[in-house]
Structure formats: C-alpha cells, structure tokens
C-alpha cells in the first residue's frame, strides 16, 4: 500500500512539474527542462491511467509495461537529466534538480514496485 502511495505522489510531482514548466513556457517562452512539458504531460497521464488500472490487469500485461516505463525513466528521465547541468535547456539549477530529484524517486519506487509485485522480498 505504501509503494502505490508513493507511486501516486510520483505522478502528482512529474504531472505538476510538467504543468508548471507549461505556464512558465507560455508565460515567458522559456519551460523548465528540454523536455516539452506538453508531451511530458500528455505521457504522465497516459502512464497515470495505465497505473490507476493494475488492479484491473493481469499481472504479466502490467508488469512488462511498468519495466519497460522504469527502465525509460531510468534512461531518459534520469539519465538525460544526470548528463548534466545547461543554462541553455534549463530554466534555472532549481528545475533541474528538481527533473532529477523527482525522476529518481520515481525510479526507485518503480523497482521497488516490480519487485513488490513479483513477491521477493529482499529482507
């Protein structure tokens, strides 16, 4: 119960950092991330969706979706982001830590999740 807690606030942190960088691009043309936040929210909510139905899903459908959602945040969200700091495509040193910070608690909680799901306990 705890993970899908922290699943939830995962997606609640990455959806409204993707809607802040939003109005910030509108307001001032600038977004926070090289990301474009409305492709970054459009996927939020479609993987938000997907989540909010595992319940619903058999469990070798859900599994392989979220492994393969894990291993694109590791990848992309951590690791484009991990690539390093640029005043160029980043709004301020805030916002990206802020990507990072976020996509790595998703992360983490992901794995955790797959390997919850899967019953190993690693303790």
Known sequence: MMLTQLAFAYFALAIGYNALSQISLDMTGKKFAPTEPAYGLQVMSLVLVIFALRTVMPLWVFLPLFTLWTL????????????????????????????????????????????????????
């Open 72 to 123: 694109s945040i590791i990848r992309f969200g951590v690791g484009n982001h991990l690539a390093g700091y640029d005043p160029q495509t980043y709004l301020s040193k805030f916002t990206w830590i802020s990507a990072l910070v976020i996509n790595i608690f998703g992360a983490v909680t992901f794995v955790l999740y797959i390997i919850n799901s899967l019953h190993i306990h690693l303790v």
